[in-house]
C-alpha cells in the first residue's frame, strides 16, 4: 500500500515537466525558512512570557548554595522587578 503511493507520487513527479520541477523546488527553502521563523517567534513568545519575573541562572558554589551576596543580587532584582510592573499599570479607582 505505502509502495503504491509513492509509486504514484514518483509517477506524478517525473510526469512534470523540468521546469516544474525547478520551480517546485525553490519553495521548499521557503516553506522550511517560513517554518523555523514562526516557530522561533512562537518560542520566543512563550519563553519571554514565562520568564519574565525570572532574574536568570545563578553561579551556585562548590558546596551546592548560593553566597549570601547572590542571593540578596537575586532577591533585589526581583523586588525592582515586581516594583516596575506595578507602576506600568493603570491605577483605578476602589484600590483593586
Given amino acids: 500500500m505505502i509502495l503504491g503511493k509513492l509509486r504514484a507520487l514518483q509517477n506524478w513527479w517525473f510526469a512534470k515537466k523540468e521546469e516544474e520541477r525547478k520551480r517546485l523546488k ?3 527553502p521557503l516553506i ?3 517554518i523555523g521563523f514562526m516557530y522561533f517567534i512562537i518560542y520566543l513568545s512563550i519563553l ?3 520568564n519574565r ?3 536568570g541562572v545563578t553561579v551556585k558554589t562548590w558546596f551546592g548554595g548560593d553566597r549570601p551576596e547572590v542571593i540578596a543580587a ?3 532584582e526581583a523586588h525592582d522587578i515586581k516594583a516596575s510592573y506595578s507602576e506600568l499599570r493603570k491605577r483605578v479607582s476602589g484600590g483593586r
Wanted: no cysteine; glycine share 0%; hydrophobic share 25%.
Fill in 74 to 76: 537575586r532577591e533585589k
Fill in 48 to 50: 519571554n512570557t514565562v
Fill in 53 to 55: 519575573d525570572h532574574s
Fill in 32 to 34: 522550511l525558512y517560513t
Fill in 26 to 28: 525553490s519553495f521548499i
